[in-house]
């Protein structure tokens, strides 16, 4: 059996140096992710509001708290002063909410906006339509206090790779589009987990969320 941090070399080692490794460590204890943290690694993912809130009171305080669950509105007051990253922004009330919160934190929150591109996994996210519109009528510009960087995306969750291939390229395609007509400064592009990471790196990802592979099987 390998290590935590061995397994966070092993990945480290299969990456470009542009894409960054975010491990998830929902369901996890805080004793695994201070070896990771020994271990060299500085930005993990947490999925629930008050989980996020006591390992961040209790771990070391150069840690990057990324946010990828499904997030309630009343509930971005509570991470709004430390969260480095919301990748799973999926409308534009919650969009609405961040940039209130992060205005009272005198911050700005970076977030991704989520596409829902997968089969069956999320209910949640925009289409492609849907964020192009974000873009065609600037409703991005009306949150001053929330800054864009780009896109979170899951592909199906099955075993044909052909077509968790595709669905990456698509969202990677996507993101060129974004890029070129609307907004040259994204430069974050989230996908692969587990399973599927591999592949999501050959496809462009920027940032790769890996759980279950580091920490071991979650216990809900
Ligand atoms: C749980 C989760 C992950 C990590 O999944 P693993 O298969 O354990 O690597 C990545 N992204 C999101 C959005 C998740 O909810």
Known sequence: MLSIAEKIEYINRRLPETTQL???????PASLIQEAYDAGQRLF??????????KQAELPKDIEWHFIGHLQTNKVKY??????????????RLLEEIDKQAKKCERTIDCLLELHVAQEESKFGFSFDEVRRLYEEKWLEKY???RVR???????????????????ASIAAFFDEIKQKYDASVDTLSMGMTNDWKIAVEEGSTMVRIGSFIFGERVY
């Not at 509001?49 to 006591?54: H, N, T, V």
């Open 79 to 92: 991470i709004a002063p430390y969260v480095a990253m919301i990748h799973s922004v999926d409308s534009l």
């Open 150 to 168: 780009g896109l979170m995306g899951m592909a199906s969750n099955t075993e044909d790779d052909l077509q968790v291939r595709r669905e990456f």
């Open 144 to 146: 001053p206090n929330v």
């Open 22 to 28: 975010l491990a998830i460590s929902k369901f996890h």
């Open 45 to 54: 993912g947490e999925s629930r509001e008050q989980e996020l809130a006591q």
